[in-house]
């Protein structure tokens, strides 16, 4: 589950980049929806793959030995937490970082979708 947040945190400018990158491809109410304190919206993978790019996409997965469907479906179901997890308030770190323990905290909410 590195993946996440070696994603998120190699962004350039970090978690701030991220959500840039979100609102420059027309899916800032996406995220900020992650962001602030109401329901989080659900992203599907292939608008997670415009947000994040094809090229980028497919590094990442071959860097995780993953395709490019199994890692933009483990992110559309991941990246919603951990967001809403490293941003308590609707304020984003100021280094725009996210900490193993914020990971850990959203995985244990996503292991409780599943009833385990």
Same mark, same amino acid.
């Given at each position: 589950?590195?993946?996440?947040?070696?994603?998120?945190?190699?962004?350039?400018?970090?978690?701030?980049?991220?959500?840039?990158?979100?609102?420059?491809? $027309?899916?800032? /109410?996406?995220?900020?929806?992650?962001?602030?304190?109401?329901?989080?919206?659900?992203? !599907?993978?292939? @608008? *997670?793959?415009?947000?994040?790019?094809?090229?980028?996409?497919?590094?990442?997965?071959?860097?995780?030995?993953?395709?490019?469907?199994?890692?933009?479906?483990?992110?559309?179901?991941?990246?919603? $937490?951990?967001? /809403?997890?490293?941003?308590?308030?609707?304020?984003?770190?100021?280094?725009?970082?996210? !900490?193993?323990? @914020? *990971?850990?905290?959203?995985?244990?909410?996503?292991?409780?979708?599943?009833?385990?």
């Amino acid at each position: 589950m590195g993946t996440a947040l070696d994603f998120i945190n190699k962004q350039p400018g970090g978690l701030n980049g991220l959500i840039q990158r979100f609102h420059d491809e $027309g899916a800032g /109410d996406i995220v900020s929806s992650w962001i602030g304190n109401g329901e989080n919206k659900s992203i !599907d993978p292939q @608008t *997670l793959t415009n947000v994040i790019g094809a090229d980028r996409l497919t590094e990442l997965a071959n860097k995780f030995g993953m395709s490019n469907e199994q890692l933009s479906g483990l992110l559309s179901m991941v990246l919603p $937490g951990v967001v /809403d997890r490293a941003t308590p308030n609707g304020q984003v770190p100021a280094d725009g970082k996210v !900490d193993e323990s @914020t *990971l850990s905290g959203a995985l244990g909410g996503l292991a409780g979708l599943f009833g385990k």
